[in-house]
């Protein structure tokens, strides 16, 4: 699996998403309460563009008439025709044993710590790193 550095943690505020393309393929970052999540940007179902779609909870319905809104549960429509999927497990709300959108992982790292060593060697001097950034694997 290859890695790819997306940017620093803040560029991706609570609650919203970076969109990109790695080995082109387009994926979405999404940042839920500070988790970091990535998907594919390809609904299962007719191949639309789900990292588009909108974020929301869940409802859910402990005993008849009585509902609750999950303002947490991190739910992914697609834009086309409402499919729903978990962002943090790719799983979907209506089958999750059978359809699910491709996650990759996320992980946040020191700055520089991503990168691969070439075969050539140049004369280095000791840097500190003071930031972190976010890495993507495909």
């Keep these: 699996m290859a890695k790819y550095v997306i940017g620093a943690p803040y560029e991706i ?12 393929r387009s994926v979405g970052v999404f940042n839920v309460d500070g988790e ?12 639309g563009p789900l990292c588009h779609g909108e974020l929301w909870g869940a409802v859910r319905a ?3 008439g009585v ?21 943090r497990t790719g799983q979907s709300w209506f089958d999750p044993d059978r359809t699910r959108v491709r996650r990759y992982p996320v992980t946040v790292e020191p700055a520089g710590s991503a990168l691969t060593r ?3 060697v140049a004369e280095t001097y000791p840097v500190t790193v003071e930031q972190q950034v976010l890495v993507v694997e495909i």
């Design 13 to 24: 505020a609570p609650g919203s998403r970076k969109l990109l393309t790695l080995a082109g």
């Design 67 to 87: 509902y609750e809104y999950e303002a947490a549960g991190p739910l992914l429509r697609c834009p086309w025709h409402g499919w729903e999927f978990d962002v």
């Design 36 to 47: 970091f999540f990535a998907l594919l940007d390809r609904c299962p179902h007719q191949g």
């Design 62 to 64: 402990p005993v008849p």
């Design 118 to 120: 070439g075969p050539y």
